[in-house]
DNA sequence: ATACTAAGTGTATAATGAACACTAAGTATG
DNA sequence: CATACTTAGTGTTCATTATACACTTAGTAT
């Protein structure tokens, strides 16, 4: 499988996608389930080896649409991980991209039917092929720290969202409480949110305003 | 050159390094002419392939010993890119380095002999070859941006110095002015420096302290 | 002795972040 | 239909951090 190219062998080059969601309170990260050797049978980040004609983009979100049937999620490079060893069969570069979706966009899985595709705490992951597990836990570190400073998080909600959700969404990725009056002050201070007008009805509660983001810029705050 | 895996074609991998120094007030990008097509006499990246046995980082240490015959400089992975008409050739994934190096570190050219190596601000860059001033900005922008939230300036200080030489070193990098007071209540305030004792006696004027990191570690601030 | 240069130092004000508890508006229930 | 229940919504005080700003000190050069 490698050639040759100016006296250097050339490795494969693949792009694994750590596609993320939150659902139950839970930071969770898509998984599918190898068929084939090595590692077969073990889960493993969703990816592919990169066509000649595309971009490391373009293949990213090839992939996606091919696990997901979904397009449109934000999606940015993470990182590229290279050890020589890291496919124990020959030599493989992975470029890992971090993709969000929101749960609520995730197309229903047919119930009754057994599938190879898992979602998984990012705290409470199985035993995962290659170094996955490795670029899981980067991807991890990558999203909570930028939930800090962006509005990253943009990417997995809804379309309109309560306050409470949204509070709910940072609590979840940063595995914290968060003091709510200072929070809506915070968020409704960085001139991303608009209200809807409409109200969330749902609940034997008082209702609650819906609220939007602006635009789909993420930001640096 | 390319070759068949898994029914996909096999792009080349090489690392280019974005060696960074700052000189005369000015954050500088090391360049090399290129000996050969495409782009024979342009300015470039210094770069090469990956072999097959070595990892990423070793890959780009290597390159910058070879370049510089420097080791031991702080590096960083920037990001992958990988257009797939970024090489007009062929098929080319890059993934790029940062490289911190100090000035007062750098080798000596020998001054009588014309040399393929340069030192350029990145803010007059020469023409360049592939995508590699995209790549510069790209590095730039990162380098700028981690400047204000960490002590990333380690890698590119002399072992001791004046706070007024660091200072200096922080205003050649954001391209902007700081208040002398402010700063050095800041920089003091983060307990990575260290007073050595010893003072800088070059100068008609009072001599300075010289300070030094406590530490080689990278820290967030 | 005087001019010159960079080193070194403190305070007041503004902006930001953190802690904290009650009332409001619905639904469910007995 | 009165009461219990649940989540929504709202301000103030205090502590911390960031900013603006100017003079004295310690040496060298002439």
Redesign the interface.
């Known amino acids: 499988?490698?050639?040759?190219?100016?006296?250097?062998?050339?490795?494969?080059?693949t792009v694994d996608l750590v596609l993320f969601t939150v659902n139950e309170n839970h930071l969770k990260g898509m998984l599918v389930k190898r068929a084939e050797e090595p590692f077969r049978n073990d889960w493993s980040l969703p990816g592919?080896?990169?066509?000649?004609?595309?971009?490391?983009d373009d293949a990213a979100q090839r992939i996606l649409v091919e696990k997901t049937g979904v397009s449109d999620v934000y999606m940015e490079?993470l990182?590229?991980?290279?050890?020589?060893k890291r496919d124990p069969r020959s030599?493989v570069?992975t470029?890992a991209y971090i993709a969000l979706i929101p749960w609520q966009s995730l197309p229903q899985p047919e119930s009754d039917k057994v599938t190879d595709l898992g979602w998984f705490p990012v705290d409470q992951l199985p035993k995962l092929a290659f170094d996955h597990k490795e670029i899981i836990h980067y991807a991890a570190t990558r999203l909570r720290a930028k939930v800090s400073y962006s509005n990253i998080v943009y990417g997995l909600m809804p379309k309109q969202f309560r306050l409470s959700e949204l509070q709910s969404m940072y609590e979840s990725i940063i595995n914290d409480k968060l003091d709510k009056r200072n929070f809506r002050k915070r968020m409704l201070a960085t001139g991303l949110l608009k209200e809807t007008g409409k109200k969330d009805i749902a609940g034997a509660h008082r209702p609650a305003m819906l609220y939007q983001f602006k635009s789909k810029e993420i930001v640096f705050l």
Chains 1, 2 share one sequence.
């Open positions: 499988m490698n050639t040759k190219y100016a006296g250097f062998e050339s490795p494969g080059i592919g080896f990169i066509k000649l004609g595309e971009s490391l490079q990182y590229t991980f290279g050890a020589p030599r570069i470029v």
